[in-house]
């Protein structure tokens, strides 16, 4: 297994996500979410290699979206 380390990704341009009422960050299969050393949560998604602005994964999502 591969281990990733999301902490060291940028953030996602506003552009890439896209407001909707389903097919959203935190209901799609490529969603993930991790915590930093002081255990602050962290929002990622691996299918961009970035990380999910706070608040968007619950209101936005993307061309990739997969049923989970």
Same mark, same amino acid.
């Given at each position: 297994?591969?281990?990733?380390?999301?902490?060291?990704?940028?953030?996602? /341009?506003?552009?890439?996500?896209?407001?909707?009422? +389903?097919? /959203?960050?935190?209901?799609?299969?490529?969603?993930?979410?991790? =915590?930093?050393? =002081?255990?602050? +949560?962290?929002?990622?998604?691996?299918?961009?290699?970035?990380? =999910?602005?706070?608040?968007?994964?619950?209101?936005?999502?993307?061309?990739?979206?997969?049923?989970?």
């Amino acid at each position: 297994m591969i281990k990733v380390n999301p902490s060291k990704w940028e953030n996602l /341009i506003k552009s890439t996500l896209k407001r909707k009422r +389903t097919k /959203i960050c935190i209901t799609c299969n490529h969603f993930r979410y991790s =915590t930093t050393e =002081t255990f602050a +949560t962290i929002l990622s998604c691996p299918r961009y290699e970035k990380l =999910t602005p706070q608040g968007d994964h619950l209101l936005k999502g993307c061309e990739y979206w997969q049923k989970k």
